[in-house]
């Protein structure tokens, strides 16, 4: 199996992704679109950007890698009427399902960073979407000091040793490597901008317990704790996420949880 399909089967990420819903809608509120705008969501979970863009009249085709969340995100779209929005499996390394030229835009938000072969998503990305349209990605920053980069730091010191060529997700949140990626792909750097944004997650519990859901339900959160209960390590483990996600609490309601998250904000005009 491929490891990558079964890293992001692990858990349920749909209880991550209902405290992500409202910057999801936001970011996609900002990106013009339009009624009958073809767009490919990458990386598309159970729709947490697909479906706020299908609600402002897209034609949008979610692909995601993990068959479970595929599943997902077509109940979500049906069960709020939106048949222009449609979610099928697919890898973000090779999109051979799809024709080269088909979308408006290629939308990923924490989404195809994770693949593992970065230059072969960046044109993949490039190949389907058709000239004159756009990229838009969203990626975490290696080493930036709010709490998703954290959360991944933390979690790969518990970790064995990547193995030989792995490339780190996180790489596709340094501007140089994406400028690199997508001329690769045949892009103009002068046609790529990047930017710093917030994204924030909003769970209706304290930061003890949002813990115990990335513990449950977040890919590599369960494998770092896996790892540190072979090394006798989980309590530690346990109380390092507690005192990142209570320092990163900015909510003022007892019994609630509000974290700001930094991530580089990607756009490539084709």
């Known amino acids: 199996m491929n490891s990558n399909k079964a890293l992001w089967e692990k858990g349920d990420f749909t209880h991550i992704a209902r405290t992500m819903r409202e910057s999801g809608e936001a970011l996609v509120n900002r990106l013009g679109i339009t009624k009958g705008l073809r767009v490919l969501d990458l990386g598309c979970g159970d729709g947490t950007t697909a479906i706020p863009a299908a609600d402002l009249g897209a034609e949008v085709l979610g692909v995601d890698i993990s068959g479970p969340l595929v599943a997902a995100g077509n109940k979500r779209a049906m069960q709020l009427g939106l048949a222009n929005c449609t979610f099928q499996e697919g890898d973000a390394c090779d999109l051979r399902e799809l024709d080269d030229g088909t979308f408006d835009l290629v939308v990923s938000i924490f989404g195809a960073m994770f693949a593992p072969r970065p230059f072969d998503v960046a044109k993949e990305m490039v190949r389907v979407a058709r000239p004159g349209g756009r990229i838009v990605m969203g990626n975490w920053i290696p080493n930036d000091l709010t709490c998703v980069a954290q959360l991944l730091k933390i979690c790969s010191a518990y970790l064995p040793p990547s193995p030989d060529g792995f490339v780190s997700p996180m790489t596709w949140g340094v501007e140089s490597n994406v400028i690199e ?77 509000s974290i700001s998250a930094t991530f580089l904000l990607v756009t490539v005009a084709l």
Do not use: H
Request: proline share 3%.
């Open 181 to 257: 990626r997508f001329v690769a792909a045949g892009c103009k750097a002068e046609n790529m901008a990047c930017s710093r944004e917030t994204w924030v997650f909003d769970y209706s519990g304290t930061p003890e317990q949002y813990v115990s859901e990335f513990r449950k339900f977040y890919a590599p959160t369960i494998n770092a704790f896996e790892a540190a209960e072979s090394a006798g390590r989980s309590a530690e483990l346990q109380k390092e996420l507690e005192a990142l996600f209570n320092s990163a609490n900015t909510s003022s309601r007892a019994g609630r949880t």
